[in-house]
């Protein structure tokens, strides 16, 4: 059984009553290279899971970046070579725009890269979906929808 860490409150989630709030609140009308970068990722990984799993994926990719262990920004994590199975040829497949998933993970990652919420799987570094086991000696911190979470 996985247990609830306590988080500090570093962040501002005082300013909505929930995660689908501060979904609903962003503006994605100004894209830069890292958001687009995190965004992709959690379209391709997580655009079926709830809005929590979606930000946990998110928070995995930011924190690999800031973990000495990996790439040190946010596109060469998400471009690494064997990391993502949506990746091919180091690069991010097309998306439709168009798309709600699409706007909820731009929102999403704009989220995780501000800290404008907790992490629901504080200093994550993998996932993997359920029914997948993980190689190595990782310590299971959340399961979110689809998906466990280690570190």
């Given at each position: 059984?996985?247990?609830?860490?306590?988080?500090?409150?570093?962040s501002?989630?005082?300013?909505?009553?929930?995660?689908?709030?501060?979904?609903?609140?962003?503006?994605?009308?100004?894209?830069?290279?890292?958001?687009?970068?995190?965004?992709?990722a959690?379209y391709?990984e997580?655009?079926?899971?709830?809005?929590?799993?979606q930000?946990?994926?998110?928070?995995?990719?930011?924190?690999?970046?800031?973990?000495?262990?990996?790439?040190?920004?946010?596109?060469?994590?998400?471009?690494?070579?064997?990391?993502?199975s949506?990746?091919?040829?180091?690069?991010?497949?097309?998306?439709?725009?168009?798309r709600a998933?699409?706007?909820?993970?731009?929102a999403?990652?704009?989220?995780?890269l501000?800290?404008?919420?907790?992490?629901?799987?504080?200093?994550?570094?993998?996932?993997?979906?359920?029914?997948?086991?993980?190689?190595?000696n990782?310590t299971?911190?959340?399961?979110?929808?689809?998906?466990?979470?280690?570190?």
């Amino acid at each position: 059984m996985i247990q609830s860490v306590p988080i500090e409150d570093e962040s501002d989630d005082d300013d909505y009553n929930s995660l689908a709030e501060a979904v609903a609140a962003q503006d994605s009308a100004q894209v830069d290279a890292t958001q687009r970068c995190l965004a992709g990722a959690i379209y391709f990984e997580s655009k079926g899971e709830p809005l929590s799993g979606q930000l946990a994926v998110a928070n995995v990719i930011i924190n690999r970046s800031k973990s000495g262990r990996f790439p040190a920004d946010i596109c060469s994590v998400v471009k690494q070579r064997g990391q993502f199975s949506f990746v091919r040829g180091g690069e991010i497949p097309s998306i439709d725009e168009g798309r709600a998933a699409w706007r909820t993970a731009l929102a999403v990652a704009r989220i995780a890269l501000e800290a404008a919420w907790d992490s629901p799987a504080p200093k994550a570094l993998f996932f993997n979906t359920a029914d997948r086991r993980p190689g190595g000696n990782l310590t299971r911190i959340a399961m979110i929808g689809n998906h466990v979470f280690y570190r």
